[in-house]
C-alpha cells in the first residue's frame, strides 16, 4: 500500500524538542492544516463542523536514526526500563506513524490555501504530514473504564517553571501562557531531571533557554529569531 500526504499542520513549533508528548496536554496551542491542492475541494470537508474533535494520522517526518527497535525505553519511564514498541508511542517504528486527537477550532477560507482547518490541543511539528483525517465519535472512542498503563504513573506531574517579568515580556502577550504550559509540561527526559544544564528550544519567532533541576525550571534568556 501505497499513502501519500493530504495536508501539513503548521504551527509554532520548528523543532521537535518542545512539543507536548500527547495531544490535548496544552489546549491553547492551535495549529493550522493545510490540505494538498488535490484534496481542497470543499466538498472533502463537507459537514466536518459537526464534530468537535478529529483523529489525525500522520508521520514522524524528522525521525534521525532509520529503522526501528523491537523494544524501546519510554522518556517519562526514566529512560531505563524497556518496553515493547507495541506498547509504546515511540516514534521509531516499523510503519513511523502518529495518532493524534485535536479539537476543531473552525474551518477558515483563505484565498491562497483554499479551506483550512485551525485545530488546537496537537501535539505535532510544524511541517508535519497528515495522511489522514477522522472524525472523533464520543460514544465508540471514548472508552471510560480503559487502563493507561505505565503512562498513569505521570500523567499529573507539571514542573515548576520560573520566568523573570523582564524575559516574559518579549514574548506576546497571546502566546504567554502558552509557553508556561511547555514548560510546565517538562520537555526534558525524564533519566535528565536529576542534571543541571542548560537546555533550548524554539517557539514561535522565539529561542527559549533555560535550566532545570529535578521539577525546578527557570528561563534564563529568550531570543528573537530574525
Known amino acids: 500500500m501505497e499513502i501519500k500526504p493530504i495536508a501539513k499542520i503548521y504551527n509554532d513549533f520548528p523543532d521537535k524538542f518542545g512539543i507536548p508528548r500527547q495531544s490535548g496536554r496544552i489546549a491553547e496551542i492551535t495549529g493550522t ?6 484534496y481542497r475541494s470543499e466538498s472533502t470537508i463537507k459537514e466536518i463542523t ?13 525521525n534521525e536514526k ?5 523494544t524501546v525505553r519510554p522518556p517519562r519511564l526514566g529512560g531505563n526500563k524497556k518496553i515493547g514498541v507495541f506498547a509504546s508511542r515511540s516514534p521509531f ?3 513511523p506513524l502518529g495518532l493524534s486527537c485535536v479539537k476543531l477550532e473552525s474551518v477558515e477560507k483563505r484565498n491562497k490555501n483554499g479551506n483550512v482547518l485551525v485545530v488546537s490541543g496537537a501535539d505535532l511539528m510544524n511541517g508535519t504530514p497528515i495522511y489522514d483525517i477522522k472524525p472523533y465519535i464520543p460514544y465508540t472512542d471514548c472508552i471510560a473504564a480503559a487502563k493507561g498503563g505505565f503512562a498513569e504513573e505521570n500523567k499529573n506531574y507539571r514542573a515548576d517553571a520560573e520566568i523573570s517579568e523582564a524575559l516574559i515580556k518579549r514574548i506576546p502577550a497571546d502566546k504567554r501562557s502558552i509557553l508556561f504550559d511547555i514548560l510546565r509540561d517538562d520537555p526534558r527526559p525524564a533519566y535528565q531531571s536529576e542534571n543541571e544544564k542548560e537546555y533550548g528550544f ?3 519567532d522565539y529561542e527559549i533557554k533555560f535550566t532545570a533541576k529535578g521539577n525546578k525550571i527557570k528561563v534564563t534568556d529568550i531570543i528573537e529569531q530574525h
Open 66 to 70: 532509520s529503522g526501528w527497535n523491537e
Open 33 to 38: 492544516i493545510v490540505f494538498e491542492k488535490e
Open 50 to 62: 459537526q464534530f468537535s474533535h478529529l483523529w489525525l494520522i500522520w508521520g514522524f517526518s524528522q
Open 93 to 95: 517504528r516499523p510503519n
Open 202 to 204: 524554539r517557539f514561535s
